[in-house]
């Protein structure tokens, strides 16, 4: 499975953006998905994930409340809709499809990774 993370940008503290994960070569619509970032300095980071049907999500404390995750599995694609972002929002993200039907938080749990989109929130 390739993953293509997509979407990235620049925008100002406030604004949304909304990052999509398209798998190609097999389908992961069986598979749990989650959004990964890295600050620059800073380890990498869960932010969301979602199970295989899209009937369990989950968000990260920091992201809790301005943060989507959703899915298409008829599109194999996995969403992030990022809303009133802030400065510290500011990484490179990645999607990441997980082993099995649901998600982990844990970075060992996934097996196909993209190559990381890059988000850039000023201030």
């Known amino acids: 499975v390739q993953l293509q993370a997509s979407g990235g940008g620049l925008v100002q503290a406030g604004g949304s953006l909304r990052l999509s994960c398209a798998a190609s070569g097999r389908t992961f619509s069986n598979n749990g998905v989650g959004w990964f970032r890295q600050a620059p300095g800073k380890e990498r980071e869960f932010v969301a994930g979602i199970s295989w049907s899209g009937g369990s999500t989950y968000t990260a404390d920091s992201v809790k409340g301005r943060f989507t995750i959703s899915r298409d599995n008829a599109k194999n694609t996995v969403y992030l809709q990022m809303n009133s972002l802030k400065p510290e929002d500011t990484a490179v993200y990645y999607c990441?499809?997980?082993?099995?039907?649901?998600?982990?938080?844990?970075?060992?749990?996934?097996?196909?990774w993209g190559q990381g989109t890059l988000v850039t929130v000023s201030s």
């Open positions: 990441a499809s997980s082993s099995g039907s649901y998600y982990t938080t844990k970075e060992y749990g996934y097996v196909y």
